[in-house]
C-alpha cells in the first residue's frame, strides 16, 4: 500500500513539473518580439533634436550638386554616425555647390562626404569626365572669351585665327579664320565649375571637355595662333551636328576689299586661272575677279549714259 502512495506521490510531482515546463516552453515561443511602430519612428524622427544633411533628389554618379539638392532633415540621434553631416557643424549648404557625385546616393539618403569631390579637391575634374573623354585647357581673354558670358556647361565653337603662307607676288602671307570644333562642353572657367550668382566674370583659362583627337587639334593649335571661343544657342544643344571633320575658312581677302584688291589692283584672293586647249596645245591664262567686276561696272554705266544720250538727242529732235 505505502508502494503504491509513493508511485502516485512520484507520477503527480512528474505531472506537475511537466505542465510547468511545457508552459514556460509555450510562453517563450509566442512571446512577441519587441517592435517599434512607423509612428512610434516618426515620432523619435519628430522629437529628435539632431539634424542631418540628406539628398532632396535622386543624384547618380556624375551628377553636380545644387544647393536645392539638399535638405537638413531631424534624424534619430542613436542612429547619427559620426560620418552623417550634421547641421550644428560648420559645413553649409552652399559649400556642396558644383561637387560632383562619385557614388549614386538615393533621395532621402544621408549625405557622405566621401561620396563626391569638391572642386579644387584631388580627383575632382576625373570625376567629371564622362567615359572616353578627355579635359584639355586655353586660354581666353575678355575678347576671345565673350566678355565672361560664357558659363561652365555652355557650349560652343572653336575659331582658329593665324597666318598662312601663299603663293602670290603682291603678298606673301594671309590671315585666315577656320572653325576646328564644333559644340564642345565648357567644363570650367579658371577652377570654378560654377558660377552661383550667374554674373558675367572675365576668366582667364577655359576647360573643355573633348576626344582624345580633339585635344590633340587643340594642342597642336594653340601653338599655331589665337583661340577664341563661340558660343553657341541652348536650343542647338540637342542638334546631331557631326561636321567636325569640315572646316570653314575665311580669308582676309574675303572680308577687306583692300587687301583683295592688293597693292596693285590685284590679290591672291580674286586671282583665278583656266587651262585652254587650242590646236592640242595647252595655254594658261590668268584673270582677276575684281578688274572683270570693274570692267562690267563700267560697261554698264557707259551703256546707261549711252542709253540717256539717246534720249536726250531724242527729246532735242522733238
Same mark, same amino acid.
Given at each position: 500500500?505505502?508502494?503504491n ?6 507520477i ?28 512610434q ?15 532632396a ?10 544647393s536645392?539638392d ?7 540621434? !542613436? ?11 560648420? $559645413?553649409t549648404? +552652399?559649400s556642396? =555647390?558644383?561637387?560632383? &557625385? ?14 563626391m569631390v569638391?572642386?579644387?579637391n584631388?580627383?575632382f575634374?576625373?570625376?567629371v569626365?564622362?567615359a ?12 576671345t572669351?565673350n566678355?565672361g558670358f ?8 572653336i ?7 601663299i ?23 579658371n577652377?570654378?565649375?560654377d ?5 558675367p566674370?572675365?576668366g ?6 573633348v576626344?582624345p ?11 599655331i595662333g !589665337?583661340?577664341?571661343l ?8 540637342? $542638334?546631331?551636328? +557631326?561636321?567636325n =571633320?569640315?572646316q570653314i &575658312? ?9 587687301i583683295s ?10 586671282n583665278?586661272?583656266?587651262e ?6 595647252k595655254?594658261?591664262q590668268?584673270f582677276?575677279?575684281?578688274?572683270l567686276?570693274k570692267q562690267?561696272l563700267?560697261?554698264n ?6 542709253d ?11
Amino acid at each position: 500500500m505505502n508502494f503504491n502512495i509513493k508511485s502516485i506521490v512520484l507520477i503527480g510531482v512528474a505531472l506537475v513539473v511537466a505542465g510547468i515546463t511545457a508552459m514556460l516552453a509555450r510562453s517563450l515561443i509566442t512571446a512577441p518580439e519587441p517592435t517599434t511602430s512607423g509612428s512610434q519612428i516618426v515620432e523619435k524622427i519628430v522629437d529628435s533634436k539632431m539634424k542631418i544633411l540628406v539628398a532632396a533628389v535622386n543624384m547618380p554618379v556624375g551628377y553636380f550638386i545644387k544647393s536645392e539638392d539638399l535638405v537638413w532633415q531631424s534624424w534619430p540621434d !542613436e542612429t547619427v554616425h559620426d560620418s552623417y553631416v550634421q547641421q550644428d557643424s560648420a $559645413i553649409t549648404l +552652399d559649400s556642396f =555647390n558644383g561637387a560632383v &557625385v562619385r557614388s549614386a546616393t538615393s533621395s532621402g539618403e544621408p549625405i557622405l562626404e566621401n561620396r563626391m569631390v569638391k572642386p579644387g579637391n584631388r580627383g575632382f575634374m576625373a570625376a567629371v569626365l564622362p567615359a572616353g573623354k578627355r579635359a584639355i585647357s586655353i586660354r581666353i581673354t575678355a575678347t576671345t572669351g565673350n566678355a565672361g558670358f560664357v558659363f561652365p556647361g555652355d557650349r560652343v565653337d572653336i575659331l582658329l585665327t593665324h597666318q598662312v603662307a601663299i603663293k602670290d607676288k603682291i603678298r606673301k602671307k594671309a590671315r585666315i579664320s577656320e572653325t576646328i570644333l564644333r559644340n564642345v562642353r565648357i567644363l570650367a572657367i579658371n577652377q570654378r565649375t560654377d558660377n552661383p550668382t550667374h554674373t558675367p566674370s572675365i576668366g582667364q583659362t577655359a576647360t573643355l571637355e573633348v576626344t582624345p583627337k580633339e585635344a590633340e587639334v587643340i594642342s597642336l593649335a594653340k601653338n599655331i595662333g !589665337e583661340l577664341s571661343l563661340i558660343l553657341r544657342s541652348l536650343s542647338a544643344e540637342n $542638334i546631331n551636328e +557631326d561636321t567636325n =571633320n569640315v572646316q570653314i &575658312v575665311t580669308w582676309d581677302s574675303d572680308v577687306s576689299s583692300q587687301i583683295s584688291a592688293g597693292a596693285s589692283g590685284g590679290g591672291s584672293g580674286n586671282n583665278a586661272s583656266v587651262e585652254v586647249f587650242r590646236g592640242g596645245v595647252k595655254e594658261t591664262q590668268k584673270f582677276n575677279f575684281n578688274q572683270l567686276m570693274k570692267q562690267a561696272l563700267n560697261a554698264n554705266q557707259g551703256s546707261g549714259q549711252g542709253d540717256n544720250n539717246d534720249e536726250s538727242s531724242e527729246e532735242t529732235d522733238q
